[in-house]
């Protein structure tokens, strides 16, 4: 196995800004999906097409150990391991540019306090008509218990 990383830092919300508005991303009357996002069983990630946190609900928080304001102010390069970074990024640009409109991959982040999770990442492009990617949804679940069994 091969191991690869990305040095490139991480586009992040400046210090003490407000991430910008998302509630376009879930329109009005649609209040089940919202909450279906914030009281899903797994951690639920909208992502921008540059990586970073737009949207997390509150599982993923919990996952990483930080809070919501936290992680909108980080990018999904920022909580990987720096091991499978390189893997995680080819599929990210993948599904910005189109060639892909889904991807799955067992993946390892890192923790605030620094120990390793293992999680399977289930991650879609949402495009608009044009067929331009606008976000990804990512799913994570946490897989570590199995991966120490």
Request: hydrophobic share 40%; aromatic share 10%.
């Given at each position: 196995?091969?191991?690869?990383?990305?040095?490139?830092?991480?586009?992040?919300?400046?210090?003490?800004?407000?991430?910008?508005?998302?509630?376009?991303?879930?329109?009005?009357?649609?209040?089940?999906?919202?909450?279906?996002?914030?009281?899903?069983?797994?951690?639920?990630?909208?992502?921008?097409?540059?990586?970073?946190?737009?949207?997390?609900?509150?599982?993923?928080?919990?996952?990483?150990g930080y809070t919501e304001q936290?992680?909108?102010?980080?990018?999904?390069?920022?909580?990987?391991?720096?091991?499978?970074?390189?893997?995680?990024?080819?599929?990210?640009?993948?599904?910005?540019?189109?060639?892909?409109?889904?991807?799955?991959?067992e993946k390892r982040y890192i923790?605030?306090?620094?120990?390793?999770?293992?999680?399977?990442?289930?991650?879609?492009?949402?495009?608009?008509?044009?067929?331009?990617?606008?976000?990804?949804?990512?799913?994570?679940?946490?897989?570590?218990?199995?991966?120490?069994?």
């Amino acid at each position: 196995m091969s191991t690869q990383r990305d040095f490139t830092p991480a586009q992040s919300q400046p210090q003490g800004q407000r991430p910008p508005a998302t509630d376009h991303l879930f329109p009005a009357g649609e209040d089940h999906f919202r909450l279906a996002f914030e009281h899903a069983a797994f951690a639920v990630a909208l992502v921008s097409t540059k990586g970073d946190f737009l949207r997390v609900n509150p599982f993923a928080c919990r996952l990483f150990g930080y809070t919501e304001q936290e992680l909108l102010r980080l990018s999904f390069q920022a909580v990987t391991h720096p091991d499978d970074l390189h893997v995680g990024l080819d599929l990210f640009r993948d599904l910005v540019a189109g060639r892909r409109d889904h991807a799955w991959l067992e993946k390892r982040y890192i923790h605030r306090d620094g120990h390793v999770i293992w999680a399977f990442l289930s991650t879609a492009a949402v495009r608009n008509d044009a067929g331009a990617t606008l976000y990804m949804v990512s799913q994570i679940q946490d897989v570590s218990e199995r991966k120490a069994a």
